[in-house]
């Protein structure tokens, strides 16, 4: 099993260009997360999936948009790239069926930098 | 909003040293995790805990509930223990939605 994995590992961007984060589990999880990382910071809640075929909205959430295309899928999408989105982008997964909180399995993350 | 502290920020040990790594909350919780995260910056869990100690291997993780603190020990460091240890708040409910310290970063040297 290959858990949760990103594609691509890095990117540069210049400012108002486009891009799709993908993520990708295949644990049968029903919950996934992005998330970013930035220094001195927790990682914070981008958005969430707690199932197949809804999104919500994270702690921030603005300039990012998501996709659940199917249980293992799970894209995030900037539409137009700003310097303050350079971070480094996490996607999780969970499976909440087993209790009322479970462990999150984290992808390998996505250093991505907006010149 | 600071829903929650971790300290130190940063720990150097020598290898063998006890380490101890705080955690402070100041909202009730249904749980908290303990997560690491390597230098090259893989994260991966810990421990998941709502009440008293949980073991493995030569980790230990504490949580009170009532004091609102956890604290997570190494016993016999080793420099490969090096790496962020973050712990993160569980508000438990049906997104399984995590709050996350800043993260503490542990050098052990030999």
């Known amino acids: 099993n290959a858990g949760v994995t990103q594609t691509p590992k890095f990117q540069v961007l210049k400012t108002g260009q486009s891009m799709t984060l993908q993520c990708a589990q295949d644990?049968?999880?029903?919950?996934m997360y992005w998330y970013r990382q930035d220094p001195g910071m927790g990682l914070r809640l981008i958005y969430y999936s707690a199932s197949e075929g809804t999104t919500d909205k994270g702690e921030v959430p603005n300039g990012y948009n998501v996709s659940r295309l199917n249980k293992r899928e799970f894209s995030l999408r900037l539409e137009s790239a700003a310097p303050s989105q350079t971070s480094v982008y996490f996607c999780?997964?969970?499976?909440?069926?087993?209790?009322?909180?479970?462990?999150?399995?984290f992808g390998p993350g996505t250093r991505l930098t907006v010149l | 909003k600071n829903e929650v502290e971790q300290s130190p920020q940063n720990l150097t040990a020598q290898e063998g040293e006890f380490i101890t790594i705080n955690c402070s909350y100041s909202v009730g919780i249904s749980a908290l995790h303990w997560l690491q995260q390597h230098p090259g910056g893989g994260i991966v869990s810990l421990f998941m805990?709502?009440?008293g100690k949980k073991k493995h291997g030569r980790l230990i993780a504490t949580i009170n509930i009532q004091e609102k603190h956890s604290s997570l020990h190494i016993t016999a460091s080793h420099p490969r223990d090096s790496a962020v240890y973050i712990c993160a708040l569980d508000y438990g409910g049906a997104t399984n939605k995590l709050i996350f310290g800043t993260g503490t970063l542990l050098a052990v040297q030999p």
């Open positions: 999780a997964s969970s499976e909440l069926a087993r209790g009322p909180y479970n462990e999150q399995f």
């Open positions: 805990l709502s009440s």
């Open positions: 644990m049968n999880h029903n919950s």
